[in-house]
Nanobody
Framework: QLQLVESGGGLVQPGGSLRLSCAATGFLLRHYTVGWFRQAPGKEREGIACINAESTSTNYADSVKGRFTISRDNAKDTVYLHMNSLKPEDTAIYYC??????????????????????WGPGTQVTVSS
């Protein structure tokens, strides 16, 4: 079965930190550009951080730049999203996606509807005191 699974979500206070993980079963994630996306209630899904297979290129949404960091450990075939200085407006369901196209990380992040590959079911992140 080919799938992605996210983990690491939860409830955190404003200013806190979380690390999300994205792992694959049935295929090698290391060959794919991977993006983290989020969707808050009543809002469209947005790309917040993307990384290419070689970890040589990353892209961040302005709303998370300087606070979130995407990284990958290809030995563990896992992609991470390190989230610091969390704000209530970061509350959303966070998804990872693996995109198999030959395209840029900017393109993957900009249009989640164009992702060709796999999506995880999502993990809830709630930032609240």
């Amino acid at each position: 079965q080919l799938q992605l699974v996210e983990s690491g979500g939860g409830l955190v206070q404003p200013g806190g930190s979380l690390r999300l993980s994205c792992a694959a079963t049935g295929f090698l994630l290391r060959h794919y550009t991977v993006g983290w996306f989020r969707q808050a209630p009543g809002k469209e899904r947005e790309g917040i951080a993307c990384i290419n297979a070689e970890s040589t290129s990353t892209n961040y949404a302005d709303s998370v730049k300087g606070r979130f960091t995407i990284s990958r450990d290809n030995a563990k075939d896992t992609v991470y999203l390190h989230m610091n200085s969390l704000k209530p407006e970061d509350t959303a369901i966070y998804y990872c996606a693996a995109d198999g196209r030959l395209t840029t990380v900017q393109a993957v992040c900009a249009r989640p509807e164009d992702v060709v590959g796999y999506w995880g079911p999502g993990t809830q992140v709630t930032v609240s005191s």
